[in-house]
């Protein structure tokens, strides 16, 4: 039990870098470009990243299910008004290793219990 305490508080207290693996590093510099491209207002190549059907659901808007609808919400009420990042999901993919790494801590040390 001592063991699986001293791991989790070792892995917390050690900071976690990006995963990487190759799917881990395609999405994220993916994830940049399209935040780029959002963030600059460059529509045409931001509508480029997203199929014509694709399906959006935004927490107060509702759903739009066109492309060219959700670049024209973009264009509304985004361009010059708020710019956005992809941090958030870099800390996503971090705190999913964390928890990887703190479920493997966990099995080691019930096995030396």
């Known amino acids: ?3 699986t305490i001293a791991i989790a508080a070792a892995l917390l207290a050690t900071p976690v870098s990006s995963p990487a693996d190759p799917l881990t590093t395609e999405i994220g510099a993916l994830d940049a470009k399209v935040f780029d491209t959002y963030n600059r207002c460059d529509l045409s190549t931001f509508s480029d990243y997203f199929d014509p059907k694709v399906a959006f659901y935004h927490d107060t808007g509702g759903a739009t299910f066109e492309r060219d609808a959700m670049v024209d919400g973009v264009r509304k009420y985004i361009c010059g008004k708020v710019m956005r990042g992809s941090k958030a999901l870099h800390q996503s993919l971090s705190q ?9 801590a966990a099995r080691a040390g019930n096995s030396n219990s």
């Not at 999913?96 to 493997?104: E, K, P």
């Open 1 to 3: 039990m001592f063991t």
């Open 96 to 104: 999913q290793r964390l928890g990887a790494g703190l479920s493997a």
